[in-house]
């Protein structure tokens, strides 16, 4: 089993950046994929980003290539997203999920594990 906990949501101005953690335990991700996931009201969970923990380029969305960044930290068990130049239709609850399958999936139906969500907030 691999319990995963989000971290650094809140509410921010547009322009602004925030950094998401997502903390792994149970087990070490180095055959996984992490990806980051976001549901806005009304709207289906959409990937964001994703990472293989054994390297290569991660996969982004359109709507965030050049201002999201996707990163991990071998050693803290932990995947980052680095958010910049925030706007309000980023404004969503951001979930942290893993993939023992090792593929660069977008269907969040592939994603054996999720964390509880951090609710990230853009005002305008």
């Known amino acids: 089993q691999v319990q995963l906990v989000e971290s650094g949501g809140g509410l921010v101005q547009a322009g602004d950046s925030l950094r998401l953690s997502c903390a792994a335990s149970g087990r070490t991700l180095s055959s996984y994929v992490v990806g980051w996931f976001r549901q806005a009201p009304g709207k289906e969970r959409a990937i964001v980003a994703a990472?293989?923990?054994?390297?290569?380029?991660?996969y982004y969305a359109d709507s965030v290539k050049g201002r999201f960044t996707i990163s991990r930290a071998d050693a803290k068990n932990t995947v980052y997203l680095q958010m910049n130049s925030l706007n309000p239709d980023d404004t969503a609850v951001y979930y942290c999920?893993?993939?023992?399958?090792?593929?660069?999936?977008?269907?969040?139906?592939?994603?054996?594990?999720w964390g509880q969500g951090t609710q990230v907030t853009v005002s305008s």
């Open positions: 999920a893993a993939s023992a399958l090792g593929v660069l999936f977008t269907t969040p139906e592939l994603y054996n594990y």
């Open positions: 990472i293989r923990w054994s390297g290569g380029n991660p």
